[in-house]
């Protein structure tokens, strides 16, 4: 074969291989690259929990934990008076989790349509206890709310604060209702009545037991019976309007988990499905 044709035939072949194989693989490179550089890089899950303030101390822990086991999860806690955020919620507040203190108003959200329906739960259960100052030793049962010595009696405001309606519910089943409603000073959630007897700004209060424990400046008397007063069920759900229904479900189930109920336990939460005993 003359030469000439042997160097035209080399050259005929490499850019043969140029254009039909190594030329786009390098395209295709250079496109796959540039395409990696603009997609955006995932963003860590992130889920709102709007919570009755009763949960603090307990979901402060379970969202620290859940965290620590879920690298690039971010878990934010709304805490208030669970009437009030069912407000909030109601007005299009970015919400992913409700966690209520009671049923009436997670029934509330149901019925506007606001929530998963199948991801509603109840969660734990609580009880209601009356406390007064540590250093008092006037108050002993719930009929020594009617004395003329005891001059003030912190409730929480009964239409959005559920303490405040279990409260109600509880003396109008003892029927010191009408003497106690002259004397009550209102608060906005369960934790401001705790602070109001721990510092000796009321005489008595009526608080979820689990509140009662974190104080050392306050003394419970005596346990509402559960005859007295709805059932203390908090359920939880999903809201429609989740930004990340994914995330929110996996962080709820977690709460449900054998586990999360055993820190529930701690804290002096009872079991849903057997309000009288501890989980």
């Not at 109840?122 to 008092?136: C, F, K, M, Q, R």
Request: hydrophobic residues 40%.
């Amino acid at each position: 074969m003359p030469r000439i044709f042997r160097r035209a035939s080399r050259r005929s072949i490499t850019r043969a291989l140029w254009l039909g194989g190594i030329l786009p693989a390098l395209l295709i490179l250079g496109i796959c690259g540039a395409q990696a550089q603009q997609s955006p890089a995932p963003q860590p899950s992130s889920v709102t929990v709007s919570a009755a303030i009763s949960l603090k101390g307990t979901l402060d822990q379970l969202g620290r934990e859940y965290e620590r086991d879920h690298p690039g999860a971010k878990i934010t806690f709304n805490y208030g008076a669970s009437g009030t955020l069912q407000h909030q919620i109601e007005q299009g507040a970015p919400v992913d989790i409700f966690f209520a203190a009671a049923q009436k108003q997670m029934d509330a959200l149901q019925s506007a349509g606001l929530i998963i329906a199948e991801t509603r739960h109840d969660i734990v259960a609580n009880d209601l206890v009356l406390i007064a100052p540590s250093a008092s030793d006037d108050i002993h049962t719930f009929q020594d709310l009617a004395k003329s010595s005891v001059k003030t009696v912190a409730l929480g405001e009964p239409a959005t604060v559920p303490a405040g309606m279990y409260a109600q519910q509880t003396l109008e089943k003892l029927n010191l209702w009408d003497a106690v409603q002259k004397k009550a000073v209102y608060a906005k959630d369960v934790r401001q009545v705790l602070t109001y007897v721990a510092t000796g700004n009321a005489d008595a209060g009526l608080v979820y037991r689990t509140d009662a424990q974190t104080s050392p400046k306050i003394r419970t008397i005596f346990t509402a019976p559960p005859s007295s007063h709805d059932p203390i069920v908090y359920p939880a759900a999903v809201l429609k309007n989740s930004k990340d229904s994914a995330a929110a479900g996996a962080f709820l189930k977690f709460l449900e988990t054998p586990h999360a109920l055993e820190i529930f336990k701690t804290y002096g939460f009872n079991d849903p499905n057997n309000p009288s005993g501890k989980i």
